[in-house]
């Protein structure tokens, strides 16, 4: 499998909905705010929970910017729900289970590990404008300091 080709510029695929504060919010339920859409690999694994920590302590400097943040991985609705409350995640965690955002995105690739092949989430982060057009896209996240380097983006464009 090979990336999508989204591009800066593009308008962002539909992403689904969530369930947050016990009621379903779509994309248009942010119509005129920035998003970071973080796809990762899997709840409570090292890397995922820094990446979420991390976007976490950001996170009053995002939302002063009108920025929401939102995580996507293949786990389910009540993996999801352990994960944040696990670590008071103050922003929404959506599940794609059949991995159809995930696609649409080009997140899902082919991996290796150990010289085993295998399909699993890209770390991936895509920053949209108030339009929900693509303004940032990063792929192969590595997690230091990657929170930061997207609010410094984030950051620049509003500027």
């Given amino acids: 499998m090979t990336h999508s080709p989204l591009q800066i510029g593009d308008l962002a695929p539909s992403f689904g909905s969530w369930e947050d504060s016990h009621r379903t919010q779509t994309p248009q339920d942010l119509s005129g705010k920035w998003i970071v859409l973080y796809f990762y690999p899997k709840d409570n694994t090292s890397g995922c929970t820094k990446e979420a ?25 009540s993996s999801h729900e352990k994960f944040r409350s696990s670590f008071s995640l103050p922003f929404p965690l959506i599940s794609d289970p059949t991995g159809s955002v995930c696609e649409a995105y080009g997140t899902w690739v082919e991996k290796s590990m150990y010289g085993r092949k295998y399909f699993g989430i890209e770390r991936s982060t895509f920053l949209l404008n108030s339009d929900h057009k693509i303004v940032h896209i990063w792929r192969k996240v ?18």
């Fill in 142 to 159: 590595k997690v230091p300091n990657h929170a930061q380097e997207v609010l410094n983006t984030l950051q620049a464009a509003l500027s």
């Fill in 53 to 77: 920590l991390d976007f976490k302590d950001l996170y009053p400097e995002f939302s002063a910017l009108d920025c929401c943040i939102l995580g996507i991985s293949k786990d389910s609705l």
